[in-house]
């Protein structure tokens, strides 16, 4: 069954950077294309970030552009997002996503926090 | 970029009855739209994709109709387990893949 995996979350002050992961199974991984989403505790769903299966795309919320890097290695199976210059308003559960051409995001890992305090 | 408007915000249904809940895009997505239910401490799980597919497993007693800028996700008659948040997406103009705020069904 397919199952997506987030690590790496925790506490980082303010101007810090934090590395996500997404372990990916149970599909072949390098066919689709992924996504980071992000939520505020208590509020809505935010798209941050998007990676073509092959790599050669990304494209990035006008919020965190240039601050965060989304990328991946279909070898490992995994999916990484690199996040630089971090703010308060940063702070959510990130999740990543699979997305199906034409038919949405099917899969979603159980998230990972990021809170951004000092 | 491309914003989603969901109505209402909360919704207050009894189990056993139909709930409609209404998302509108800014403009024309024609049927690429999304569903998602979410649960408290759970990730997003996707109900409806296309506007009207349902995804796999999901029950029948869910259904989305729409096209264009207006979509319906209509629950047909609401079980202890559907009380949760319901998020449309559109998938047509991207970047940015946009969400709708939410709305929340809450038990009456």
């Known amino acids: 069954q397919v199952q997506l995996v987030e690590s790496g979350g925790g506490v980082v002050q303010p101007g810090g950077s934090l590395r996500l992961s997404c372990g990916a199974s149970g599909f072949t991984f390098s066919d689709y294309d992924m996504h980071w989403v992000r939520q505020d505790p208590g509020k809505g769903l935010e798209w941050v970030a998007f990676?073509?299966?092959?790599?050669?795309?990304?494209y990035y919320a006008d919020s965190v552009k240039g601050r965060f890097t989304v990328s991946r290695d279909n070898s490992r199976n995994a999916l990484y997002l690199q996040m630089n210059s971090l703010r308060a308003e940063d702070t959510a559960v990130y999740y990543c996503?699979?997305?199906?051409?034409?038919?949405?995001?099917?899969?979603w890992g159980q998230g990972t926090l990021v809170t951004v305090s000092s | 970029e491309i914003v989603m408007t969901q109505s209402p915000a909360t919704l207050s249904v009894s189990p056993g009855e139909r709930a409609t809940l209404s998302c509108r895009a800014s403009?024309?997505?024609?049927?690429?739209l999304a569903w998602y239910q979410q649960k408290p401490g759970q990730a997003p799980r996707l109900l409806i994709y296309g506007a009207s597919t349902r995804a796999t497993g999901i029950p029948a007693r869910f259904s989305g109709s729409g096209s264009g800028t207006e979509f319906t996700l209509t629950i047909s008659s609401l079980q202890s387990e559907d009380f949760a948040v319901y998020y449309c997406?559109?998938?047509?103009?991207?970047?940015?893949?946009?969400f709708g705020q939410g709305t929340k069904v809450e038990i009456k």
């Open positions: 997406q559109q998938y047509n103009n991207w970047p940015p893949w946009t």
């Open positions: 996503a699979k997305d199906v051409r034409l038919q949405g995001f099917d899969y």
């Open positions: 990676i073509r299966n092959d790599g050669r795309n990304e």
């Open positions: 403009q024309s997505v024609r049927s690429n």
